[in-house]
């Protein structure tokens, strides 16, 4: 198991870009939950932001690609507009033990 970071070190609403051995990560806090996605947009493989930590919109209810503007849900990865709409963000299997977002599997390969 790898632990990403630590709970607190993610606030509550707002998202933070993680990189683990040259794998880019965005880690999303919501509603007290952890949720952690591959950075990487399913419409043509970039990263999600353009400025560090930047993945919300500004209503923060959404992750926003911020090349084409696609939204996904931040539970599950879905997106809900734009040009890869009903494709989802790959999700990297995580779990909280002591305080720590621990990655339990495998980490998918991102969008090319």
Same mark, same amino acid.
């Given at each position: 198991m790898t632990i990403l970071c630590s709970v607190d070190s $993610?606030? !509550?609403? /707002?998202?933070?870009? $993680?990189? $683990?051995?040259? %794998? %880019?990560l965005v880690a999303v806090k919501k509603d007290s939950r952890i949720h952690v996605y +591959?950075? /990487?947009c399913p419409?043509?493989? $970039?990263?999600? !932001?353009?400025?560090?930590? %930047?993945?919300?919109?500004?209503?923060? &209810?959404?992750?926003?690609?911020a090349n084409h503007g696609a939204l996904f849900e931040i539970h599950t990865g879905k997106c809900v507009a734009g040009p890869c709409n009903g494709q989802s963000l790959k999700t990297v299997p995580v779990e909280i033990s002591n305080? &720590? +977002? +621990?990655?339990?599997?495998d980490i998918p390969e991102r969008y090319e």
């Open positions: $993610i606030d !509550e609403n /707002s998202a933070k870009g $993680i990189d $683990i051995n040259g %794998q %880019q +591959v950075n /990487s419409h043509i493989g $970039i990263m999600l !932001e353009f400025l560090p930590d %930047q993945f919300l919109d500004l209503d923060k &209810q959404y992750i926003q690609c305080d &720590q +977002v +621990v990655i339990t599997g």
